[in-house]
């Protein structure tokens, strides 16, 4: 069993960064994790993902060029570091662990964290 802890969440404005973490207790390793967000009265959508061993990172095309995700197995932590922040990007991020391939479905995920609040004004 994986658990997962968010942090890194606030307010900044437009234009600004944020670095959000992913603390997990269990066999980190042995899982891909992800990042997703959900809107007010949104669907949770994929924001990026990182295979096992970190060499390969996926994003959504609203995140490519912006943020950029990363994780330390040595930590037991996965990152979320979002430059060039907009107010779109305004949501609740949840990261999420999946063993399998299919890295871009939340319904593939096994095991979420508790969320963490993003807030970008203009």
């Known amino acids: 069993q994986v658990q997962l802890v968010e942090s890194g969440g606030g307010s900044v404005q437009a234009g600004g960064s944020l670095r959000l973490s992913c603390a997990a207790s269990g066999p980190f390793s042995d899982y891909a994790m992800g990042w997703f967000r959900q809107a007010p009265g949104k669907e949770r959508e994929f924001v990026a993902a990182?295979?096992?061993?970190?060499?390969?990172?996926y994003y959504a095309y609203s995140a490519q060029g912006r943020f950029t995700i990363s994780r330390d197995n040595g930590k037991n932590t996965m990152y979320l570091q979002m430059n060039s922040l907009k107010p779109e990007d305004t949501a609740v991020y949840y990261c999420?662990?999946?063993?399998?391939?299919?890295?871009?479905?939340?319904?593939?995920?096994?095991?979420w964290g508790q969320g963490t609040q993003v807030t970008v004004s203009s």
């Open positions: 990182i295979s096992r061993s970190g060499d390969s990172p």
């Open positions: 999420g662990a999946v063993r399998g391939l299919d890295y871009f479905s939340d319904q593939f995920y096994e095991y």
